[in-house]
């Protein structure tokens, strides 16, 4: 198994968000991204899903982290 950071980045979004919220995460090859979410309001999960190559690059996490929360803003 390799550990290139995407645990950490799951782990800082997850920390970001009420306690109420779940994080999952999923990792493969062949994406056109980095990172992209998904947000299941119903049953309050976050989807993440990496881009295996390169899971902590090209993005900021705090613009991450902004996006989710506005969108559960305007979700509620």
Known sequence: MFDRGELEVAQTIADALSDEWEVHITIGPYRGYNIQFKTDFES?????????????????????????????????
């Open 44 to 76: 309050r999960i976050v989807h993440l899903d990496f881009y295996s190559v390169r899971p902590c690059g090209e993005y900021n996490i705090d613009v991450v982290i902004r996006d989710i929360k506005l969108g559960i803003r305007h979700a509620s």
